[in-house]
T-cell receptor
């Protein structure tokens, strides 16, 4: 069973600081990596996706991928209280690429 | 508006009474999938479909059925619901037939309670 591991948190960050969320995965052949944000009782919402090693920036969000070390991270700059949510990491299964494997999520709280 | 639509959003029912949760997408996506989400267990895939008439089991298929007769629709059927199927259910779709290659877009969810 392929695994995606995230620290469940809660991760507490002061408003305006950088929030750093980490995810490790076991399937060395995985090629597609996704970060979703989920507010309590709501559906997962895509934040970022990354396919290549290195950094990918989109506004206040940066995804970082290191395939050699099998980790992917999400940085949120200038954190806002509205960023308080659970962040889900998802990684594709390399065999057939038919499925996404989700981590259990990291609960992030931004303190005003 | 591009979206995945699930119905109903909330349902309380009793053990053994067959029910269907509908899912429809208007994005012409090839791939569709059903997940359930339970506290402490995260999102777990129930069934998925790579195209019309092509369905396959996910990680927790027991007690569920699906069909994909049209590209846009992917209903989830509980023939004889039991209390352990009480959960929050999400339908998702993806453009690529291989659901792991591109982002999956989620419906708003169906909160199901089986008494």
């Amino acid at each position: 069973q392929k695994e995606v591991e995230q620290n469940s948190g809660p991760l507490s960050v002061p408003e305006g600081a950088i929030a750093s969320l980490n995810c490790t995965y076991s399937d060395r052949g995985s090629q597609s990596f996704f970060w979703y944000r989920q507010y309590s009782g709501k559906s997962p919402e895509l934040i970022m996706f990354i396919y290549s090693n290195g950094d990918k920036e989109d506004g206040r969000f940066t995804a970082q991928l290191n395939k050699a070390s099998q980790y992917v991270s999400l940085l949120i700059r200038d954190s806002q209280p509205s960023d308080s949510a659970t962040y889900l990491c998802a990684v594709n299964e390399s065999m057939g690429a038919q499925k996404l494997v989700f981590g259990q999520g990291t609960r992030l709280t931004i303190n005003p | 508006e591009a979206q995945v639509t699930q119905n109903p959003r909330y349902l309380i029912t009793v053990t053994g009474k067959k029910l269907t949760v509908t899912c429809s997408q208007n994005m012409n996506h090839e791939y569709m999938s059903w997940y359930r989400q339970d506290p402490g267990l995260g999102l777990r895939q129930i069934y998925y479909s790579m195209n019309v008439e092509v369905t396959d089991k996910g990680d927790v298929p027991e007690g569920y059925k699906v069909s994909r007769k049209e590209k846009r629709n992917f209903p989830l059927i509980l023939e004889s619901p039991s209390p352990n199927q009480t959960s929050l259910y999400f339908c998702a779709s993806s453009l690529d037939s291989k659901g792991g290659n591109q982002p999956q877009h989620f419906g708003d969810g169906t909160r199901l309670s089986i008494l």
